[in-house]
């Protein structure tokens, strides 16, 4: 498993980052929600669309469920680490996003 660098600049709440999984391009956008005390993902393809969004980043399970979009990566991409993600800066450090390539998750 690759795990990817997602830890927030200090002080940021909101921000988008480019990864290339499996030769393919995609875009995670990552918000802080301090009512709901959690990080929430949105996918967007290579053109910037959206794929997925509104996907709180719990440890566990695959983060984009709904792979019926052809253009996102065929492995899995999944939140691990502790359950605790109360606080902005725990993500990147407690808690982190990696990616199973289809490979692995084949295995």
Request: proline letters at 7%; hydrophobic letters at 35%; glycine letters at 12%.
């Amino acid at each position: 498993m690759r795990l990817l660098d997602v830890t927030p600049e200090p002080g940021r709440r909101a921000y988008r980052r480019t990864y290339t999984l499996d030769d393919v391009e995609v875009s995670l956008g990552f918000r802080w929600h301090p009512r709901l005390s959690g990080w929430y993902l949105t996918v967007y393809d290579a053109d910037g669309v959206e794929v997925s969004t509104g996907r709180r980043l719990e440890p566990g399970g695959d983060l984009i469920p709904d792979r019926t979009a052809g253009t996102l990566p065929p492995g899995r991409l999944v939140c691990v680490g502790s359950i605790d993600l109360t606080r902005p800066e725990y993500l990147g450090t407690v808690v982190q996003v990696g990616y199973l390539t289809l490979a692995e998750v084949s295995a």
